[in-house]
């Protein structure tokens, strides 16, 4: 594994020691799958249990750095300098149904700007990293994104929307008119830092999303722009307390699918 800083060694420790019990977990989840209660509440516990493990690594290595958590929310609010971003299960639906497709991912930030990613698929045991300049890895070789160059025959990856979006047709409406424009259907994975991740490896040509929230993508932001990929946000003012609606991609078909979901939204 080439873990170059300090930090990232910490948020690897962290992420190794958290995925441990969510793998054990997540055999637990099968196994409720077939009783009568379902296996909700615990996964719901699980959540908790892998944030407060990932949380605790964190803070005894640097216990005054901000944390934004989905679960446990701000922690150390006021140092804006340094701080970590964390989703300790993201795709959590399929964790839920025993869909072997989720990860835990942290982001590092100092000043406001991503400096270190870390995305790990504990099933496959994949680790995506980044250091801001020194390129993106999975576990010990150099990534690149894909050299696609046009949309047509571009591999897509999107998710949503939620059941409580109130833009809903909007993005189904997106969905339909990008699915006619290229060749092959578009992957629904279900874990939006997991499709930035294979964005960053080139098994996905491109991604987009509408209302992501900042844990989401923290970390495969950084992933995918040291693999070469372009990442952009489709509005003007991007704020991490609203939700995110973001593209990103090889960056050969990045201005095509911009267009295109541009030229549908104008026809909306
Ligand atoms: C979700 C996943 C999913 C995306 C949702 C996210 P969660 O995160 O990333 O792919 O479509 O918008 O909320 O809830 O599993 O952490
Ligand atoms: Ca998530
Ligand atoms: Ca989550």
């Given at each position: 594994m080439r873990i170059n800083s300090p930090k990232l060694n910490i948020m690897y420790k962290a992420c190794m020691?958290?995925?441990?019990?969510?793998?054990?977990?997540?055999?637990?989840?099968?196994?409720l799958q077939v009783s009568s209660k379902g296996?909700?509440?615990?996964?719901?516990?699980?959540?908790?249990?892998?944030?407060?493990?990932?949380i605790d690594e964190l803070l005894r290595?640097?216990?005054?750095?901000?944390?934004l958590s989905e679960e446990a929310g701000k922690i150390n609010e006021k140092n804006n300098t340094n701080r970590w971003i964390i989703d300790p299960i993201d795709g959590t639906s399929n964790f839920l149904n025993g869909i072997p497709q989720f990860a835990i991912s942290i982001g590092y930030e100092e000043e406001n700007k991503i400096?270190?990613?870390?995305?790990?698929d504990p099933i496959k045991n994949e680790l995506f990293f980044a250091e801001n300049g020194n390129g993106a890895f999975l576990n010990n070789k150099r990534i690149r994104v894909s050299k696609k160059k046009n949309l047509k025959?571009?591999?897509?990856?999107?998710?949503?929307?939620?059941s409580n979006s109130k833009?809903?047709?909007?993005?189904l409406d997106e969905y339909l008119e990008i699915s006619k424009y290229i060749d092959t259907p578009i992957r629904k994975f279900g874990s939006a830092s997991l499709d930035l991740a294979n964005v960053a490896c080139g098994r996905l040509d491109g991604f987009w999303q509408r209302e992501l929230s900042y844990w989401d993508i923290a970390a495969g932001i950084l992933i995918v722009r040291e693999a070469?990929?372009?990442?952009?946000?489709?509005?003007?003012?991007?704020?991490?307390?609203?939700?995110?609606?973001?593209?990103?991609?090889?960056?050969?078909?990045?201005?095509?699918?911009i267009d295109l979901i541009k030229k549908i939204i104008e026809k909306n």
């Open positions: 020691k958290a995925s441990k019990s969510l793998i054990r977990d997540f055999g637990e989840v099968e196994n296996p909700g509440d615990f996964v719901s516990s699980a959540d908790k249990r892998t944030e407060k493990i990932i290595a640097y216990p005054d750095y901000g944390i400096k270190i990613g870390l995305i790990y025959n571009s591999l897509l990856g999107t998710g949503g929307p939620k833009i809903k047709n909007e993005i070469g990929g372009f990442v952009d946000f489709l509005d003007r003012d991007i704020n991490e307390s609203k939700k995110m609606n973001l593209v990103a991609s090889n960056s050969l078909i990045h201005q095509e699918l």
